[in-house]
């Protein structure tokens, strides 16, 4: 099979002498051709070795899901300027993907001059843009991690594409591709799918206005001795919300807001005294923003292969 990409897959200077050649090859049959009509070959930048990677490409098109809500992603925290930016935005780490794409794109177009001629500053250049790529390397590993949610895997592994693996897998599991709907037919329009959702959980909650309501405290003596009531009426102090926040897992999944509690730990000097006077104003006037309030339900299947909301 032919290639894109860099002209040679081994490059070597060793005391001045430079040398390259392309020594590795992809290879495949007509058969393996038949089944796969436009794949190509690329030769990507060397990083970690003095042979480049090479990467099959099959042509085609990917599904792509839209709007997708906001999430905070821990691997921003890497970032040296981050607590300088808690607002954070494209102009100060921007997308990881795009950042390592055009990290990449620079490395080739210096490798491919090394190929042609030898100067001293385009190596300095090649390792100076190889460490900013690794470091992007990195960051992506720490994003596919919190991704995966695999918490017994030691972050620090350099298995990304396990991570990649893991969270691919996770996302299959979860994905509803089509349901029964209330008439029987099957439907798997993302549509329609959603506004089954609302009426199947609008019903589901909805109040009888019928049903007599229950005052459960009818009956039932207080049951707190003084000093635990003392206790429950007293200020919020910041230590409270510090404790209560740093005994949340990191990377549960998180709010409509997209923040996970790690983001509070990590940057609690920063944040942690305006959400301790959130809390303390919630208690003391008795109400809170509605906001605060909201949540995302999960839909958790009872069975493997659900087809419809009941399950």
Known sequence: MGAKGLRFTWYRNQR???????????????????L????????LCRVYSDHCPL???????????????FRFQATWATHKDFEDAIQFNHEVFGNITTRKKALQRRLRRVQLQLETRDSESLSRLEKAIQAELDETCLQ????WFQKSREKWVRFGDRNTSFFHAQTLARRKRNKIKGLFLLDGSWNTDPGVLKTEAVR???????????????DMHTGVPPGLGVEAQLALTAPVTNEEVRR?????????????DGFQPFFFKQ??????????????DAFRLGFSEVSLLETQMVLIPKVDHPVSLKE
């Open 140 to 143: 992506e590993e720490y994003l």
């Open 244 to 256: 209560a926040v740093m005994s949340m897992k990191s990377y549960k999944a998180p709010g409509p």
């Open 36 to 43: 796969f009509p436009e794949p190509y070959v690329e030769n």
């Open 267 to 280: 940057y609690w000097p920063i944040v942690g005294d305006e959400l301790w006077r959130t809390v303390k």
């Open 200 to 214: 199947f959980y609008r019903e589901l909650f909805s109040i009888d206005n019928e049903q007599e309501s229950l």
């Open 16 to 34: 001045g002498v430079v040398l390259a050649k392309r020594l590795d090859r992809a290879m495949c049959n007509v058969a393996w051709q038949a």
């Open 55 to 69: 990467l099959l490409r099959q042509e085609g098109s990917r599904d792509i899901s839209h709007d997708r809500p």
